[in-house]
């Protein structure tokens, strides 16, 4: 297992940069300081609430590890020498990317399948940040996608695709923690059924999709609003598609 340090600089800069300021401090005083009144803790009940339904007592990664005796590095980079040595050392066949930064190609391609990733979005259309939010702007049902990861911004071969629905007057903090428990649930199935999954992934070409990057919080706001008053989205990936090519 390898963990990216979680208190560095450069990681600071990235959440300040998804989140802005206000948000960044929130969503630390809700994960470490355990505040529950701020508005994060609608997105992370369902993350808490999924580790008490599977007994999942550790605290922290390294405690996880050390439970399982599964071997355990912090390194500072995930591109470092350091951390594709440790793979080296452990003969990893398969890396399950759980965040850590943009990840350069030696690190991809250092493994024998490569680096396994969920997706918050419906791919191949919606790439980048915030797909859960972007997808729900242009009113399509949302989706997770576990995919490889590759040179691009999630423009990796498919391996399969997760269509899911929000309960009625679900806030955007709540499909948001929905959304990460998915994830899980999306990487577990296919990592069950791998090699299938594998010989049947879909490729990507740019030209299918688009890439979106973090959404204003008017936007975001918006979304809310229309959430809270019943609204659901009714295009499936497919016939939002097809709509865009009638245009």
């Known amino acids: 297992m390898l963990q990216v ?3 560095s600089v450069t990681r600071l800069k990235q959440l300040v940069r998804m989140h802005g300021v206000g948000d960044t401090w929130e969503k630390f005083r809700n994960i470490f300081l355990a505040s529950k009144k701020n508005r994060f803790q609608e997105e992370t009940v369902f993350i808490e609430n999924y580790l008490k339904e599977h007994d999942v007592e550790a605290r922290s990664t390294k405690a996880a590890c050390r439970r399982h005796a599964v071997k355990f590095r912090k390194v500072k980079s995930l591109n470092d020498r350091a951390a594709r040595k440790a793979m080296e050392l452990a003969g990893t066949d398969l890396v399950v990317y759980a965040g850590g930064g943009i990840l350069k ?11 396994l990733n969920a997706h918050s979005g419906p791919l191949p259309f919606f790439r980048g940040m915030n797909c859960l939010e972007w997808s729900l702007w242009y009113e399509v049902k949302p989706e997770v996608t576990v995919h490889l990861i590759d040179g691009g911004i999630d423009t990796g071969p498919i391996l399969k695709r997760f269509p899911w629905k929000g309960g009625p007057s679900d806030s955007l903090f709540a499909l948001r923690g929905k959304s990460v428990v998915m994830e899980v649930n999306a990487l577990l199935e296919v990592l069950s059924d791998f ?11 740019p030209s299918e999709g688009l890439q979106f990057f973090t959404m204003h919080k008017f936007m975001k706001e918006k979304i809310s609003q229309r959430l809270l008053g019943g609204w659901l989205p009714k295009w499936s990936l497919e016939e939002f598609v097809q709509q865009r090519l009638k245009k």
């Open 195 to 205: 090699e299938n999954c594998f010989r049947n992934k879909q490729d990507q070409f």
């Open 105 to 115: 190609g030696d690190f991809i391609n250092s493994t024998r399948y490569g680096v």
């Open 5 to 7: 340090r979680v208190f």
